[in-house]
């Protein structure tokens, strides 16, 4: 299995649906897709269809539909980790054995023991006479003494193994060195230090705990940086670096402004301006806007101005639309036309810095002006405009198209139809198309959206962890509420989920009330196959940081949730017809399908029209 993939993702990866399908039923290709006669229903006209693309299966007369674990489990009669395991044996993916909770944190805890021992060694390595240079480097940089101690800062010697040597003197064992990303095991045999000749950056979790370290060379080494590798403790996409010190102020503000350099965040912290974090030099990722989501809602992406810059701030642009889409976000538009949709709405914003300047560099020379270019930082859509059209001269056919088809989209999740027209009113000035044929285009493109069935396989690398966040917002509903529990979870299906994952907790939820009336999340980690016992916890720790809701709100949310979970799987009905009526064309669907989706379709209608009437009845009590 890849480092950093769950086996879930792995599995899936590795085995072809089609192929699995196919033992148990006759399929015959229809255009992009395969279609049999339904192993779940008696059916004399084939409506059983695979998406091989997607991973998934859908029939068409009796509505089955799942994935691989899903089949597996019903033509089998197996529960999931059963499945899980003939699953994983076929795929040649191997289960890490379950660790009982406490052994797991105990493990972790003899890891960040190891950190703090190397963090002490760091830092009193900084004091020596070899460490003239990273001192020197330092108070270039402009970092006083008292940062230099607040942030813990050090020197990894230019040796070997003397931290190794220095941690096994004192009792540590090499494979546990080197499960801390502090050692590499040598293919001839022997230990060395991971980190030499540079200035140590301890990286603490939102909790202050100790979780790895960044290194920076002096001179012409390669790479400048260097990071702790993937270990139980660290994983560089979900870290932010001064979090811990920061986590108060973004709070207090609720605003954080993102750089990339950790002496951009030391400088800042030091010059009083304490809502800053670094994101360890990587374009801002899923996971780290998820940590930032706990604590505000207004997030300030200020990353070095120069076209790098810009590149590293359209993909973080592009993570953060995904992680704020389920809060029903208005992306942020022009001063005066701002409208977020729900008290859960996101403002992601850019601060445009001045070309060939670092953060800790303007900050240093004035750090009135840092606050002032940071208050004045540009909504999303106007960055993407400056960003494309900026850099385009316009001329070429081809720089046009390229520049239209990167801002449409984009244009395309503005929901006001107002500001959609102004916003392309504004492109067809500049690209000198008419704004009837923009619009056109829009349309186009959302309606090839909407031929895509929304499914594991085809939306995500499979080497990371897979997200729903809605999944995660109803478990964390059932699971922090347990009193509430019951009435919400008998108002959801076992077919209402996305991830096979949460499909699985929500079942054994339902056991749990069955028994108790409650659930119980200690009990639930204990019965839960490991990958997703695994995947519960990231849940939960994810959750865990919303604020907890007013007796009186947890109904309301219940309700949201479950309104939001019904169009979700109306809308991937309506889909997965359209792909499938697209995908045999020239042939006439069976009465069947064409019936399934005329009703799919005025439900979902219903659904939106009962969702409008709501929200204008609370908006005219309001009123």
């Keep these: 299995m890849r480092p950093g993939s769950d086996p879930i993702s792995e599995i899936k990866s590795r085995l072809d649906i089609v192929d699995l399908v196919g033992q148990k039923v006759i399929l015959k290709k229809a255009g992009q897709t395969f279609k049999g006669l339904c192993p779940f ?9 695979v998406f091989p693309d997607k991973g998934n299966y859908h029939c068409f007369g009796c509505g089955a539909s799942g994935d691989i674990f899903t089949f597996v489990m019903k033509t089998e009669n197996l529960d999931f980790a059963e499945a899980l395991q003939m699953l994983a044996g076929r795929a040649g993916v191997e289960l890490k054995p379950r660790l009982s909770e406490s052994a797991a944190e105990r493990r972790r805890k003899d890891l960040r ?62 494979e546990t060195i080197v499960a801390a ?83 951009d965040v030391l400088i800042a912290h030091q010059s009083g301006i304490k809502d800053v974090v670094g994101s360890l030099g990587t374009a801002l990722t899923e996971k780290q806007v998820s940590i930032l989501k706990r604590l505000t809602r207004t997030v300030v992406l200020a990353l070095d101005a120069d076209a790098a810059g810009d590149e590293a701030v359209l993909r973080g642009l592009e993570v953060a ?30 601060a445009a810095l001045p070309r060939g300047r670092d953060p800790d560099e303007i900050i240093r020379e004035d750090a009135e002006q840092w606050r002032t270019i940071v208050d004045d930082a540009r909504p ?8 494309v059209l900026g850099r385009t001269e316009l001329k070429s056919t081809k720089e046009l198209t390229a520049a239209v088809r990167k801002l449409l989209p984009i244009i395309g999740e503005v929901r006001d139809s107002v500001q959609q027209s102004l916003y392309l009113q504004r492109l067809s000035d500049r690209v000198h198309i008419a704004e009837q044929l923009l619009a ?33 917002y109803a478990l964390g509903l059932l699971l922090l509420y347990p009193a509430q529990a019951a009435a919400f979870a008998a108002e959801l299906r076992e077919d209402d989920w996305e991830l096979v994952e949460s499909q699985q907790v929500f079942l054994a939820i339902r056991q749990q009330i069955a028994t108790n009336g409650f659930p119980d999340r200690e009990a639930l980690l204990a019965i839960l196959a490991e990958p997703v016992a695994d995947w519960l916890r990231d849940v939960l720790r994810q959750e865990g940081g919303r604020p907890l809701l007013d007796e009186r709100k947890i109904r309301d949310e219940q309700e949201e949730c479950l309104r939001s979970i019904r169009r979700r799987g ?9 792909s499938h009526f697209q995908s045999i064309a020239g042939d006439e669907p069976d009465a069947t399908a064409i019936e399934a989706r005329r009703q799919a379709e005025q439900d979902l209608a219903r659904l939106e029209a009962e969702e409008r009437m709501s929200r204008y009845a609370r908006r005219w009590l309001h009123d």
Excluded: C
């Excluded at 229903?41 to 269809?49: I, L």
């Excluded at 703090?116 to 402009?142: H, I, K, M, S």
């Excluded at 050090?154 to 040796?159: L, N, R």
């Excluded at 109306?570 to 359209?578: D, F, I, K, P, S």
């Design 41 to 49: 229903h008696q059916e004399k006209t084939p409506s059983f269809v």
């Design 113 to 174: 023991d190891l950190l703090e021992q190397a963090t002490l060694f760091y830092q009193q390595a900084l004091r020596r006479p070899d460490a003239q240079a990273a001192r020197a480097y330092l108070v270039d940089r402009g970092v006083t003494g008292a940062t230099i101690d607040q942030f813990r800062l050090g020197w990894a010697p230019d040796s070997w193994d003397a931290l190794y040597r220095h941690l096994i003197d004192r009792g540590a064992k090499p």
């Design 181 to 263: 990303g502090l050692a590499v095991e040598r293919e001839t045999g022997g230990y060395y230090d991971r980190f030499r000749g540079r200035i140590m950056f301890p990286i603490s979790n939102e909790r202050g705990e100790l979780v790895g370290f960044g290194g920076r060379t002096l001179g012409d080494g390669q790479p400048k940086y260097l990071n702790s590798p993937q270990t139980e403790l660290f994983d560089k996409g979900a870290t932010l670096y001064g979090i811990d010190q920061a986590r108060t102020t973004i709070r207090a503000m609720n605003r954080v402004t993102v750089v990339e350099g950790y002496v």
């Design 321 to 350: 639309r995904q992680v704020y889409a389920d809060a029903r976000v208005a992306v942020p538009l022009p001063q005066g036309l701002v409208r977020l949709e729900s008290r859960l709405g996101a403002d992601i914003l850019i």
């Design 380 to 387: 999303v859509v106007d960055f993407y405009f400056d960003v």
């Design 440 to 472: 056109s285009e829009l349309t186009r493109l959302r309606l090839t959206a909407a031929a895509s069935v929304p499914g594991d396989a085809g939306e995500r690398p499979s080497s990371t962890r897979r997200r729903s966040t809605l999944d995660e």
């Design 570 to 578: 109306l809308r991937q009905r309506v889909q997965m017809h359209a």
